[in-house]
């Protein structure tokens, strides 16, 4: 399960095998056994022959990129993208969505499964479309000799391939896509452009420049020209200040009757479907009542502890970034959650002594970042609780973190995928913990 980070060694001659492939990991790699030696191999699938050229090799295994296929797969699909050669944005579009979902699932259940002796349920993958389910994206600029490129970097290069449809993006985004190379096409400083970020709110369409120093007004002038022609909620970054320029400010809703409002730059889930999915299935694994207290850490801006707070007596959301507890404090005021309290606190480090860890918790939710939780699931089992949700967006820091909770007197009761990030490699899920 654990994520391969390859040496970029140069290569001075290159080497090319013949490679039968068996398997199929959760990133995307085609998997093989040449000498007892697993090899991990781009752009090839299960019971595809292959010639590929070595990339990088190892003692126990090595990395090599398929350039001929010589016997092809059924799952072999063409690309929905014609950026797909170049752009580094997706890596799977060549592999059916269901060998591509198959492969994350076997992944995650069959490394799971080896913890513990008791059965764990394993729940229905959690999908939705593949495609058009991008609401958040960050494009590059790149001004060279004279030429302006908005798009995506190539893979392993700082190369921009431009960019004018995506395959993944809300369609509403991919109507800005060209629109923003007229734009920028005619600005009278091309050099001291930065970045664009788009998020696709239920309000519309909010957009953020980053810009080497302040605009000048014809700039000024060109920027908000399309934000009122396109009805986008306009912020601008010069140095380390953001201004909001033009449009009201963007939010999402949850359940109907919840709106979260954000910033341009907060974290939200990029899948707004899946999302809704997310939080309501979490919701019914915690069997919520109305005499529970829940404990939500790492809570960002109140995703799930605001729709858990309306079913519940008592709900504390933890977050070690002081402006996204300010925020999550002002969404639940905003959304009338009189019986949820957020709290700064560092998770790294012991917390059952703060005065917000001293009540019970029956129930807790946590969405940690990439690199897990381990460093704060000792003060986590100090308080007891008899069920631990945990979302995970990286396999490898779930596994670690699983074996942590389970010799802490917890068994893993059921699990599920999500497919959160289509064609991509990354991989999202929700675990369900219960005390012995």
Known sequence: MALLYHSKKTVTK????VITVQDLDYQGLGVAKINRKTWFVENALPNEKVKAVILDEKRQYGLARAVKILQKSSDRVEPQCQFYQQCGGCQTLHIAINLQRQAKQKALFSRLAKLQVKPIEFMPMIIDDDVHYRRKVRLSIQYHNRKLNIGFRQKNSKTVIPINYCVVLEEQLNHILPKL???????STPKTLGHIELVKADNGVAMLLRHLGKLTEINRTLLLDLAKSENLTLFVQDDDNIQHLYGSLPYYQLKKDLRLQFDIRDFIQINDALNQRMVETAINWLELKNTDNVLDLFCGMGNFTLPISQLVKNTVGIEGVFAMVEKATNNALLNHCNNVRFYRADLDQPFTS?????????KVLLDPPRNGAAFALNALCSLNPEKVLYISCNPATLVRDAEILLKFGYHLSKVAMIDMFPHTAHLESISLFEKE
């Open 14 to 17: 290159t080497e090319s095998l």
């Open 181 to 187: 190379t007229t734009l920028f096409s005619n600005w």
């Open 354 to 362: 703060q005065a917000w860890a001293t009540q019970h918790f029956n």
